[in-house]
């Protein structure tokens, strides 16, 4: 079975602050982008366009870095709000063809 693409919805508010902490925790780790797209298994036009997409990041991608900035939680990625991420049901059924499920997600990775 395929893996899903699933997207994860941010408000601009929340892409901007994604973006900035993103940026400083790359620079907190001595990291370059190219260095963090390897270390997360990414492309490094996937580093750049985190917080900058319309369309918000993957889960996946945001897994991704929060391992690779060597962070516990998505949550510590996002920032120090509290975060529930989820994904548009009826964007997801018409994008994959079949029913999905709703993801909400605050937990420990």
């Not at 941010?10 to 925790?25: D, F, G, I």
């Not at 260095?35 to 918000?56: E, M």
């Amino acid at each position: 079975m395929a893996a899903r693409r699933v997207e994860v919805r941010l408000t601009a508010r929340q892409n901007a602050r994604l973006r900035e902490r993103v940026k400083a925790l790359t620079k907190r780790e001595g990291l370059s982008e190219r260095a963090l797209a390897d270390k997360a298994g990414l492309s490094v036009g996937a580093v750049r366009t985190v917080g900058g997409s319309v369309a918000g990041p993957t889960l996946g991608t945001l897994l991704a870095l929060t391992k690779a900035l060597g962070l516990q939680s998505v949550d510590e990625l996002l920032g120090p709000s509290a975060t529930t991420l989820l994904a548009n049901q009826d964007e997801l059924e018409g994008a994959v063809g079949e029913p999905t499920m709703t993801v909400v997600m605050n937990s420990r990775i």
